[in-house]
């Protein structure tokens, strides 16, 4: 199921008010990291201020914990004490506050659907709701997408109502074969539209049609029964490794033998690992093997890996470990998620691109899809802001894209830079943006995508629509 965020979450006034898709995070005080959060947990503390004790919550019991030094706050029928997780949220306070004394769960899934409360908020369970909460007062219901299929011969005019064009079902099987097969009644989709994971004797099957998302999930006994909301993992195997740059690596890894997983262009996966205990999330948009490689002679998609770049951060709780695994370790890798559309490029002129650092990710199947599937395309330019040389991913790369395809250019740009350096230097700013933003004629179609840090992204927004780029000419990534 897609969830669409109401508009009343987050808080117009919000620290975390979401900035052109994307959702901002808020500075901690010292001490108050992720680390610190764990270690807290661990050190025994009753959290919950109830000593041990697993108590009933009544609706009537749950209202009274509606304050900042007392807030209880329910996720899918179970009472969690907020309390002392309040200065570690990196969303900051006033967005736990929203769901203060009631059930947070549709508050919970609009912003955070991907992470595992059950393991962060593990020692601040206070119990079960003993009948279901009220929702917070400022909460409005939203008609919900249908989630599932009805095998074909029960798809009746029921199911054309809830959602238009729904998708229906139905299997057939030999002595050794199972054959299900998905009527979506919809024309043109694609390889990446589909994810289909077998493992065991269970087979789970996701189409996303435009912004629905319709799942079967059985085996092969019986039809499966659960909650099938959240997102779903599967394991991958380590196959590779290797240096980009001093700090930055690529990583390869091997989807299972009966998964179908291409993520779609501008979309992003979430990366699992458990680290002393906890299980910890981390987005990651997948690459290619090669900046190079996607401009050779179109081949058939190896669906058989998928590449990550990534920065490792010594001080950093999850990139360490993730560079500590081993080949044939294994790695949690979800579905796909993302509010990217290539429909996006439609009769595009101008594209330009703006990342910062490994918010470079995002753009190299953007420049490969736009290169090669948009006619309309006049130019392509990427500025690229680093630190230094040392930091810049795939230099040689894209240094020799512009000479196979005269439509691309890439400026980059450096923060502290050597003083044999002859390029740009500096950070986002309007004079460097105004300069680099040229239109190939007055009226030409343009979309200009950026991705960074959220101080980066933020402030590159800023100057966007200062210099009168409108909402739908821009899109930042991320998650």
Not at 393 to 421: C, G, M, N, Q, Y
Request: aromatic share 10%; proline share 6%.
């Amino acid at each position: 199921m897609l969830n669409v965020p109401s508009q009343s979450f987050p808080a117009p006034s919000s620290q975390q008010r979401v900035v052109a898709g994307g959702r901002s995070k808020v500075p901690l005080k010292q001490g108050r990291s992720l680390m610190d959060w764990i270690r807290l947990t661990k050190s025994g503390k009753d959290l919950t201020g109830l000593k041990g004790r697993l108590i009933e919550v009544t609706e009537e019991e749950l209202k009274k914990h509606d304050k900042k030094d007392d807030c209880w706050i329910c996720i899918r029928g179970f009472v969690y004490n907020v309390s002392p997780y309040m200065e570690y949220h990196p969303g900051g306070e006033d967005e736990l506050m929203r769901a203060a004394g009631s059930d947070g769960t549709d508050l919970f899934d609009q912003v955070h659907r991907w992470v595992n409360y059950e393991s962060m908020l593990k020692e601040c369970l206070v119990g079960r709701m003993a009948v279901k909460p009220a929702a917070p007062k400022d909460y409005h219901e939203e008609k919900k997408v249908l989630n599932g299929m009805l095998p074909k011969s029960q798809a009746t005019d029921t199911l054309a109502r809830e959602g238009p064009s729904s998708p229906s079902y139905d299997w057939f099987q030999t002595d050794s074969l199972v054959t299900i097969v998905v009527y979506t009644k919809q024309k043109d989709i694609t390889l990446d539209s589909v994810i289909v994971d077998h493992q065991d004797d269970s087979f789970r099957a996701e189409t996303i049609i435009k912004d629905y998302s319709y799942l079967i999930n059985i085996e092969l006994s019986h039809a499966v029964q659960g909650d099938f909301s959240g997102l779903f993992y599967r394991q991958c195997q380590l196959i590779s490794k290797e240096d980009v740059t001093h700090d930055t690596r690529l990583f390869c890894f091997m989807l299972p033998p009966s998964t179908h997983l291409q993520v779609p262009i501008g979309q992003h996966v979430y990366l699992k690992l458990t680290i002393t205990d906890t299980e910890i999330v981390k987005p990651y948009t997948p690459v290619s093997d090669s900046l190079l490689s996607e401009f050779k002679e179109p081949a058939l998609p190896n669906n058989k890996y998928i590449y990550f770049l990534i920065k490792i951060y010594p001080a950093g709780l999850f990139t360490p470990e993730l560079d500590h695994l081993q080949i044939g370790d294994f790695v949690f890798v979800s579905n796909p998620e993302g509010n990217f559309k290539t429909s996006q490029f439609q009769e595009l002129e101008d594209l330009f691109l703006l990342a910062a650092g490994t918010g470079f990710t995002p753009m190299v199947k953007l420049l490969n899809y736009a290169l090669t599937n948009i006619p309309s395309l006049r130019k392509v330019k990427l500025m690229f802001f680093n630190k230094t040389e040392d930091d810049i991913i795939w230099r040689s790369h894209l240094e020799e894209l512009t000479f196979k395809d005269k439509r691309f250019d890439v400026e980059f740009v450096l923060s502290a830079p050597i003083s044999e350096w002859n390029g740009k230097q500096g950070h986002v700013s309007p004079a460097l943006l105004s300069e680099f933003l040229k239109r190939s004629s007055d009226k030409s179609k343009v979309l200009i995508c950026i991705c960074g840090p959220t101080p980066f992204t933020e402030q590159g927004i800023k100057f966007l629509h200062e210099l009168n780029f409108s909402k739908d000419e821009i899109h930042s990534f991320t998650a």
